[in-house]
């Protein structure tokens, strides 16, 4: 099993080769519910992508990290083709070392969300994770750049960590998410360091300024089908 990145007090969080090679086992332990969420998103990503069977539109996994969506998509989507956009290096190399071989249906793209875009149109879109992590300032021309890729009918699935609506609403989601980790095998200090290593990092907002942004991105339909504390994981349908 890897080990997660010790983090020094003061350090910055990066998507460095320390957390790219422990980064299966950090979200299993970090992430409520994990595997229960990839499963939802996978049931909604198949239920999508099967509307628009018969075009060309491609699964689109932005932020792909290591792939672990796109895994569990392809045996489900056996005529889909998968683009997997990163921009970390560590994770880049985890993605080519395992997706790019004869036949097979993923593209691996390096590409900088802040100022590029992969121009297919898209069956499905798939955010997980992954805009919490970019400034808050490029969200809504992403979100924008979504919906106008999205073939009719296709949708993007957004999961993200949220902001409480309150300031004491927000302490006690915060509260059980860290009792959480700490049951996960998390000690006081780590759970404090990685808090403050990721100060500026991953930037939350809360649900309802999600949801408003998905609506002014132009998609009509905008529902949320997972939930857990402080994480929250929506369709939105153009």
Known sequence: MPIEKDLEPGQRWEFDGDVA??????????????????????RMAVHYARRSEG?????VDLGA??????DDLLPL??????VAVEVSDPMLDALRGKFEQPGSRVEVRKLDLRGEYPTDQAAVTL??????????????????????????????????KVLGESAE??????????????ENG???????RKRLALEGVLV???????VDALHRAGFREVDCFWAWMNFRAWIAVR
């Open 55 to 59: 075009t060309s539109a491609r699964i």
């Open 169 to 182: 609403v927000d302490d006690a989601l915060v509260a059980a998410y860290h009792g959480l980790k700490g």
């Open 204 to 210: 939350p907002l809360t649900a309802s300024w999600n």
């Open 186 to 192: 998390y000690g006081r200090d780590e759970i404090e």
């Open 65 to 70: 990290a290591r792939g672990a969506m796109i």
């Open 77 to 82: 989507l056996p005529r889909r083709d998968f």
């Open 127 to 160: 955010a997980v994770l992954t805009l919490q992590f970019v400034p808050i300032n490029y969200r809504h021309r992403i979100l924008r750049s979504a919906w106008e890729h999205a073939v009719g009918g296709g949708c993007l699935i957004l999961v993200e």
């Open 21 to 42: 090679g422990a980064f299966d086992d950090m979200l299993e332990r970090s992430i409520p519910q994990y595997r229960v969420m990839r499963e939802a998103v996978a």
